[in-house]
């Protein structure tokens, strides 16, 4: 009597296998990108929160409403720098009382920061 002993997987086996994962895959991409803006726009928000105190104090000091960019941000200024995320654009100039908007925020969304 013989018998017929093979070892190794069948193509059956192996393309379950391939679908499985390909399922896996389809339910964790999303949920990576979700996580994934969600960590950038944190990381704006703290960036706008920074120049934000950053502009506050500077008008304290200086009895100004109004700030560049340029001012706020520098190895001897009030934030010592600002390290995009997401190629976001922030404003140039800040006002004593108005919102703060980044923009391009991984080109597409627009966020806005109100002291």
Known sequence: MKQNSSKGF????????VVIIGLLAA??????????QSSQDKAVLNNARQLSAGADQYFLENG??????SNLVGATAYVKAVNTVAGETYPAHYTQGI?????SVAGARTITYAP
Request: net charge positive; hydrophobic share 65%.
């Open 64 to 69: 100004v409403s109004t700030v560049a960019l």
């Open 10 to 17: 069948t193509l059956v086996e192996i393309m379950i296998v």
């Open 27 to 36: 339910m964790a991409i999303p949920a990576f990108q979700k996580v994934r």
């Open 99 to 103: 919102a703060i908007t980044i923009s």
